[in-house]
């Protein structure tokens, strides 16, 4: 990725250059003006002592904490940077402590794009209040004002040659107290790490095979645990020779408490394969087939939802001559990690300790607490890497799988490792959805009006509530603990709904959820919730009307778009793609052997509030079989002030990648129990040879504050791919994935 460097003035010139008549308007509502802001940065007013942000010890060592964590994104990096830049130290003499729940600031989940924008401000700002304290220290010892001093990797140094170590300092002050909130951060003229593409901290143990992941933690006396797993998501269990279970080869202790049933065994092989003797001997009750037997898009449409309007615009326009409308549909979709779930749990003293990769280590430690009746004090939740899912997987509930087969072994740590084909089955998945989309579309070719409703079960099941258990095993426990009712997360930042209110201007704006809180399949967040889709349907819906109004799909965009971020982003991709404009109806034939090619874009501004991306993308489809072949792409990216341009590409060229593999090969297939995709034959996933070259630039704004990158490509990706293929064949496909028969059928249509 290219980093282009824009300021302000810059930014402004480009824009005013390329669009004139871009009307920029915003309202601020009266009661929110008259309320005042709050001071400082939320996770710091969330956590507000000092030292759990960083400590400095009389040996001078410096540790940096943070309740962030890292899941093969590059946070911890990015994290050292912003904290090494404040305190004014090298990057690589900090100490970095990444959630823990005896000894982090309590950050929520790991997710939503959100830790540079919210975590890292938090960590900046108690940074700079640690120096600034420091030099207040060194400045009272010496007599002279703070600014007199400076700092050259973490020693003070007064006007008169004078020298003060951090930890010198440390010693006469404490920061066991609460951060100043208002401690200001140097400006960007003054930074020297930040902005840069430090590299990642973390490769070069991994690449090295030293012990990062979970999976190769192996503490002394370890025992293997594994769970029997019913025939179908509602079976129970009725009875089970526990005598026969024990005496299986390896087997220490057979766990039954209600329709739980577990095994330790000495070896983990040992483990698994009495686990899948033990369910297959058992004697279980079914339960109802999954969607009464109905498809998941029946059970969407036609039984009773949660229905609201959640989002309208009114404003006089010119008149619609014409409305169009538009269907769009998606399967459920996994995680499908490569490493499965791993957790390794152990009581003593009536305490639990347990090492997880989940996202949230402070909602797991609840959750975990209300599964086992126990006091969450008693619970400390240490993060280990494992394998990335960008979203909720089997990560919080293994452990409390390890966790419940720890406790009939005290002493002795429990290690559960879900095989790859129980991840598939039995971790939430991403819901399917449908999105409805209609428009006004007057004489000259303007959008009047925009309708966008959505049907979708929930996107959001993780732990971390007040009450219930989102963590599947207590569920089947003698005594459940049941999972809390499911609620759709509100806009602005939305779940079913997000990025659903569009970023195009249109006078009349209407956006209707119809929410499903009850899931056959269990569902919950994978990587943007519902923002993937909601923005990959509207995009599409706009190469369609541009189509009706005999308009190129880029020059519509433009037409239709306020935001001059996205307008900067917009124009930077199609330059670097050589977009070649084009008027009416796409799908005029470019044959190249027996392909169709075509071009398509895809814009998005994830949540409506974070980066904002575009992207183009050219494919070729196969005339015969339908088969869809991405053959390059091409992104722009901005997302305020960069602290790690590297980063930012690995984030945003990843997600292309796993956008791509999303929209042409993802879809998961159940019987009337179980989900039954279940290994990578049966649900294949994106491989090296059908990955695209991908070309991005990144459009750095040092005057903006940093915005999440983690979940901005995915969308417009998808939108880019879909419109390339309506370019190619004339026609869209209206249901994700993309799969051969389906662009056959479009194709032949």
């Given at each position: 990725?290219?980093?282009?460097?824009?300021?302000?003035?810059?930014?402004?010139?480009?824009?005013?250059?390329?669009?004139?008549?871009?009307?920029?308007?915003?309202?601020?509502?009266?009661?929110?003006?008259?309320?005042?802001?709050?001071?400082?940065?939320?996770?710091?007013?969330?956590?507000?002592?000092?030292?759990?942000?960083?400590?400095?010890?009389?040996?001078?060592?410096?540790?940096?904490?943070?309740?962030?964590?890292?899941?093969?994104?590059?946070?911890?990096?990015a994290m050292r940077q912003i904290a090494a830049e404040e305190l004014d130290v090298a990057p690589e003499r900090l100490e970095l402590l990444s959630g823990d729940t005896a000894e982090t600031a309590n950050e929520g989940v790991t997710a939503g794009s959100q830790s540079i924008r919210f975590g890292g401000e938090a960590l900046g700002?108690?940074?700079?209040?640690?120096?600034?304290?420091?030099?207040?220290?060194?400045?009272?010892?010496?007599?002279?004002?703070?600014?007199?001093?400076?700092?050259?990797d973490g020693v003070i140094q007064g006007p008169g040659g004078q020298r003060m170590s951090y930890a010198e300092a440390a010693g006469r002050v404490s920061l066991a107290r609460p951060a100043n909130l208002t401690a200001r951060r140097k400006p960007v003229s003054a930074q020297r790490i930040i902005g840069t593409s430090l590299p990642r901290t973390d490769i070069p143990a991994k690449v090295f095979g030293q012990q990062v992941f979970i999976h190769d933690m192996r503490p002394e006396g370890m025992v293997f645990g594994a769970v029997a797993r019913p025939p179908a998501y509602a079976a129970r269990l009725v009875s089970l020779d526990m005598g026969w279970a024990k005496s299986l080869p390896g087997v220490i202790e057979v766990v039954r408490d209600g329709s739980f049933l577990g095994v330790i065994a000495r070896r983990e092989e040992q483990a698994n394969d009495a686990a899948r003797k033990i369910a297959a001997a058992a004697s279980w009750r079914d339960g109802e087939p999954l969607f009464g037997g109905k498809s998941a898009y029946d059970h969407l449409l036609n039984t009773p939802a949660l229905t609201r309007t959640i989002h309208t615009t009114d404003a006089a326009g010119a008149p619609a001559t014409r409305t169009h409308r538009a269907e769009y549909r998606r399967g459920f979709q996994a995680h499908a990690s490569i490493g499965a779930s791993c957790a390794l749990a152990k009581w003593e003293d009536g305490r639990l300790t347990v090492w997880s990769h989940a996202q949230g280590p402070f909602p797991l430690r609840g959750d975990l607490a209300r599964g086992l009746r126990v006091a969450p004090a008693s619970i400390r939740v240490i993060h280990a890497q494992g394998s990335g899912c960008y979203g909720h997987n089997g990560a919080d509930d293994v452990a409390l799988d390890a966790a419940l087969l720890a406790r009939a072994m005290p002493g002795r740590t429990v290690r559960v490792h879900w095989t790859h084909e129980e991840e598939m089955v039995w971790e939430p998945w991403g819901s399917a959805m449908v999105v409805r989309l209609e428009a006004g579309i007057a004489a000259d070719g303007?959008?009047?009006?925009?309708?966008?409703?959505?049907?979708?079960?929930?996107h959001s099941t993780r732990p971390g509530g007040r009450e219930g258990c989102n963590l599947r095993s207590a569920w089947y426990l003698e005594n459940p603990v049941p999972a809390p009712a499911a609620t759709d997360g509100p806009l602005p930042n939305g779940a079913?709904?997000?990025?659903?209110?569009?970023?195009?201007?249109?006078?009349?704006?209407?956006?209707?959820?119809?929410?499903?809180?009850?899931?056959?399949?269990?569902?919950?967040?994978?990587?943007?919730?519902?923002?993937?889709?909601?923005?990959?349907?509207?995009?599409?819906?706009?190469?369609?009307?541009?189509?009706?109004?005999?308009?190129?799909?880029?020059?519509?965009?433009?037409?239709?778009?306020?935001?001059?971020?996205?307008?900067?982003v917009l124009r930077r991709a199609v330059e670097i793609s050589g977009w070649q404009p084009r008027i009416g109806t796409p799908g005029r034939p470019r044959v190249e052997g027996t392909e169709l090619v075509g071009t398509g874009v895809g814009l998005s501004k994830y949540k409506n509030s974070d980066s904002h991306v575009a992207v183009v993308a050219r494919v070729a489809v196969d005339v015969s079989t339908g088969a869809v072949r991405v053959v390059k792409m091409w992104a722009a990216t901005e997302a305020g002030r960069a602290v790690n341009p590297d980063g930012i590409a690995n984030q945003i060229e990843g997600g292309m990648v796993q956008a791509t593999s999303w929209t042409l090969l993802e879809e998961g297939r159940w019987n009337a129990g179980r989900m039954v995709s279940e290994d990578y034959a049966s649900y294949p996933i994106l491989d090296f040879s059908q990955t695209p070259p991908i070309e991005s630039v990144l459009i750095d704004r040092p005057d903006l504050p940093s915005l999440g990158v983690g979940e901005g490509s995915q969308a417009p990706t998808g939108a880019a791919i879909a419109n390339a293929i309506l370019d190619a064949v004339g026609r869209h496909v209206p249901e994700i994935p993309f799969t051969p028969a389906r662009v056959l059928a479009a194709l032949r249509g």
């Amino acid at each position: 990725m290219g980093a282009e460097t824009l300021s302000r003035r810059g930014f402004v010139a480009a824009i005013a250059a390329g669009a004139a008549g871009l009307a920029i308007g915003f309202r601020l509502d009266g009661a929110a003006a008259q309320q005042a802001a709050p001071v400082g940065p939320l996770m710091l007013r969330n956590n507000p002592r000092l030292d759990s942000w960083v400590r400095i010890t009389p040996d001078g060592r410096i540790t940096v904490l943070t309740g962030r964590v890292e899941l093969g994104q590059g946070v911890l990096t990015a994290m050292r940077q912003i904290a090494a830049e404040e305190l004014d130290v090298a990057p690589e003499r900090l100490e970095l402590l990444s959630g823990d729940t005896a000894e982090t600031a309590n950050e929520g989940v790991t997710a939503g794009s959100q830790s540079i924008r919210f975590g890292g401000e938090a960590l900046g700002v108690a940074c700079a209040d640690a120096r600034a304290t420091l030099l207040g220290v060194a400045a009272q010892g010496w007599g002279v004002e703070p600014a007199a001093l400076t700092i050259t990797d973490g020693v003070i140094q007064g006007p008169g040659g004078q020298r003060m170590s951090y930890a010198e300092a440390a010693g006469r002050v404490s920061l066991a107290r609460p951060a100043n909130l208002t401690a200001r951060r140097k400006p960007v003229s003054a930074q020297r790490i930040i902005g840069t593409s430090l590299p990642r901290t973390d490769i070069p143990a991994k690449v090295f095979g030293q012990q990062v992941f979970i999976h190769d933690m192996r503490p002394e006396g370890m025992v293997f645990g594994a769970v029997a797993r019913p025939p179908a998501y509602a079976a129970r269990l009725v009875s089970l020779d526990m005598g026969w279970a024990k005496s299986l080869p390896g087997v220490i202790e057979v766990v039954r408490d209600g329709s739980f049933l577990g095994v330790i065994a000495r070896r983990e092989e040992q483990a698994n394969d009495a686990a899948r003797k033990i369910a297959a001997a058992a004697s279980w009750r079914d339960g109802e087939p999954l969607f009464g037997g109905k498809s998941a898009y029946d059970h969407l449409l036609n039984t009773p939802a949660l229905t609201r309007t959640i989002h309208t615009t009114d404003a006089a326009g010119a008149p619609a001559t014409r409305t169009h409308r538009a269907e769009y549909r998606r399967g459920f979709q996994a995680h499908a990690s490569i490493g499965a779930s791993c957790a390794l749990a152990k009581w003593e003293d009536g305490r639990l300790t347990v090492w997880s990769h989940a996202q949230g280590p402070f909602p797991l430690r609840g959750d975990l607490a209300r599964g086992l009746r126990v006091a969450p004090a008693s619970i400390r939740v240490i993060h280990a890497q494992g394998s990335g899912c960008y979203g909720h997987n089997g990560a919080d509930d293994v452990a409390l799988d390890a966790a419940l087969l720890a406790r009939a072994m005290p002493g002795r740590t429990v290690r559960v490792h879900w095989t790859h084909e129980e991840e598939m089955v039995w971790e939430p998945w991403g819901s399917a959805m449908v999105v409805r989309l209609e428009a006004g579309i007057a004489a000259d070719g303007a959008l009047t009006s925009w309708g966008h409703d959505v049907w979708s079960f929930p996107h959001s099941t993780r732990p971390g509530g007040r009450e219930g258990c989102n963590l599947r095993s207590a569920w089947y426990l003698e005594n459940p603990v049941p999972a809390p009712a499911a609620t759709d997360g509100p806009l602005p930042n939305g779940a079913a709904a997000r990025n659903a209110v569009p970023v195009y201007a249109m006078p009349g704006q209407r956006v209707t959820t119809h929410f499903h809180a009850e899931m056959p399949i269990r569902t919950s967040a994978l990587r943007t919730l519902g923002g993937y889709f909601n923005a990959v349907a509207a995009d599409m819906f706009i190469d369609e009307c541009a189509a009706l109004a005999g308009q190129d799909p880029v020059a519509y965009r433009l037409r239709h778009l306020r935001d001059p971020r996205l307008v900067a982003v917009l124009r930077r991709a199609v330059e670097i793609s050589g977009w070649q404009p084009r008027i009416g109806t796409p799908g005029r034939p470019r044959v190249e052997g027996t392909e169709l090619v075509g071009t398509g874009v895809g814009l998005s501004k994830y949540k409506n509030s974070d980066s904002h991306v575009a992207v183009v993308a050219r494919v070729a489809v196969d005339v015969s079989t339908g088969a869809v072949r991405v053959v390059k792409m091409w992104a722009a990216t901005e997302a305020g002030r960069a602290v790690n341009p590297d980063g930012i590409a690995n984030q945003i060229e990843g997600g292309m990648v796993q956008a791509t593999s999303w929209t042409l090969l993802e879809e998961g297939r159940w019987n009337a129990g179980r989900m039954v995709s279940e290994d990578y034959a049966s649900y294949p996933i994106l491989d090296f040879s059908q990955t695209p070259p991908i070309e991005s630039v990144l459009i750095d704004r040092p005057d903006l504050p940093s915005l999440g990158v983690g979940e901005g490509s995915q969308a417009p990706t998808g939108a880019a791919i879909a419109n390339a293929i309506l370019d190619a064949v004339g026609r869209h496909v209206p249901e994700i994935p993309f799969t051969p028969a389906r662009v056959l059928a479009a194709l032949r249509g």
